[in-house]
């Protein structure tokens, strides 16, 4: 699908789309839980969609009716036998469920894009050549079996956060107590913890020891009814307008949330400043609209960038090569980005979104500025949607063609 932008201001007030962390958090808890859980307010974009259909796969009664989500849980006991589950291009299901798959007794298979699959799963990796299970990667899939048995885990925190809620989610069904060991800082820490506080409402603690999380095993999941709270981290790619002169307000956002990305404000503020330092090491997916929005305000220079590599697309290089065609000049190394400022102009090509969904909403902040056309942008199906039919309705100028 290509848009085509024209100049214009966007103004208006909009809720924020519901968190697709904290619904993938919610699905899986519900999965697990003994009873009936009630998830309100969620939006089925491909990522939550490919979780659901796997709940249902992994045993859960599963109903959808408007926003809310239904699930009679499997109380812990997952499936016997070969199961193949279909992640299409989620990152966050797929390093979520390969410590559960690793509870059953059989082979599973989690299919996923090539793009998926090329993301890193050291973590996994090194705990499956500790333990003598299998994981096998392939081009489209990840192969695994073998029985995962409780005890220290050696983790390194400087990859995703998204291995340690994968063994939050698992460890605590085993029978005897672990400990995750971190033998790395940390990155996107609020995320980690925003697992922690999600998995108390259904009944499954952890606690910070040092270096690490101790976690009790023989413990149950219980069902719990869950309103997902809005995504700050959308939020972002909605209140950039506001950095070009526009004023949008987003309602639905919890100031208390665990979520990291609620700093955004804040470093949008940052980028008033003449060429500020910005550290993306906790927040890596507000990346691509900080480039942006330093690319028609004042430049920055961006630390703790390294991990954007490996997202749906490598969105250093991504934003580089499609900065470019404003006349913007972004250079790379591996664990900064320096965006220098510039007159923007209308590209004499379309840009690309990469099949990136973060990358397409950040280039429709500077599409609002200089109009232009832009290709592969259904990838906003992956996480928002309805996020054009949002931004035409705060009065962006914007056509879809097929």
Known sequence: MRTVFEP???????????????????????????????????????????????????????????????????????????????????????????????????????????????????????????????????????????RLKPGIFNVRGDISSQFITGLLFALPLLDQDSTIRFTTRVESFPYMELTRWFLKDFGVTSSMVPAGLYVPGNQHFRASDALIEG???????????????????????????????????????????KHPEIDLTDTPDLGPVLFAAAAVLNGSHFTGTHRLVYKESNRMNAMKEELAKFGVVMEVTEDDVTVFPAEVHTPAVPVNSHSDHRVAMALSLILSVTGGIMEEAETVKKSFPDFFDVIQSLGIKVSMEE
């Open 231 to 273: 995504d700050w981290s959308q939020a972002a790619y909605l209140e950039s307008f506001n950095v070009i002169g526009g004023d949008v307000s987003v309602e639905g956002l919890s100031d208390y949330s665990y979520q990291g990305d609620r700093i955004f404000r804040t470093l949008f503020k940052q980028l008033e400043n």
């Open 8 to 146: 214009s201001r966007a103004a208006g007030i909009v809720m924020a789309p519901p968190s697709k962390s904290l619904s993938h958090r919610a699905v899986l808890s519900a999965l697990l839980s003994h009873g009936t859980s009630r998830i309100e307010n969620t939006v089925l974009s491909d990522d939550l969609e490919a979780m659901f259909e796997a709940a249902a796969v992994l045993g859960a009664e599963t109903g959808k009716e408007g926003k809310t989500l239904t699930l009679t849980g499997i109380g812990g006991h997952l499936p016997e036998g070969d199961l193949v589950l279909n992640a299409r291009e989620s990152g966050s299901m797929m390093r979520f469920l390969i410590p559960l798959m690793w509870l059953r007794n059989g082979r599973t298979e989690i299919l996923g894009t090539p793009r998926l699959l090329r993301r890193p799963q050291t973590v996994y990796e090194d705990i499956a050549k500790d333990q003598g299970l299998k994981l096998e990667i392939k081009q489209d899939r990840i192969v695994l079996e073998g």
